[in-house]
């Protein structure tokens, strides 16, 4: 059972810059698809970005791309969210994710880490 850890969260001002990370203990690590995913309070869960196996092809929505980069550093068993030029609404919890499909949806994750809180003041 893959085992993942969010960091890097925190507070910061509009305009800013964060980068998130999230540890695997599986050594597995390579099978995988990885996700980054946030949740607002009374929002529903929201895709962002994925990440194949390799790191050669990835995908994001349209609120974050051209401002959030996924990457994975298989050596280190860790995929990377670096968010920049962040709003007050990129405010949520982020969460990232594996799973062995290729998917924008949540429910076709199979592990999830305990989430990493970001908070952006205007």
């Known amino acids: 059972q893959v085992q993942l850890v969010e960091s890097g969260g925190g507070l910061v001002q509009a305009g800013g810059s964060l980068r998130l990370s999230c540890a695997a203990s599986?050594?597995?690590?390579?099978?995988?698809?990885m996700g980054w995913f946030r949740q607002a309070p009374g929002k529903a869960r929201e895709f962002l970005a994925r990440?194949?196996?390799?790191?050669?092809?990835?995908s994001y929505a349209d609120s974050v791309k051209g401002r959030f980069t996924i990457d994975r550093d298989n050596a280190k068993n860790t995929v990377y969210l670096q968010m920049n030029k962040l709003t007050p609404e990129d405010t949520a919890t982020y969460y990232c994710?594996?799973?062995?499909?290729?998917?924008?949806?949540?429910?076709?994750?199979?592990?999830w880490g305990q989430g990493t809180q970001v908070t952006v003041s205007s």
């Open positions: 990440i194949d196996w390799s790191g050669g092809t990835t």
């Open positions: 599986e050594r597995r690590f390579l099978d995988y698809a």
């Open positions: 994710a594996s799973g062995t499909r290729w998917s924008d949806q949540w429910r076709h994750y199979d592990y």
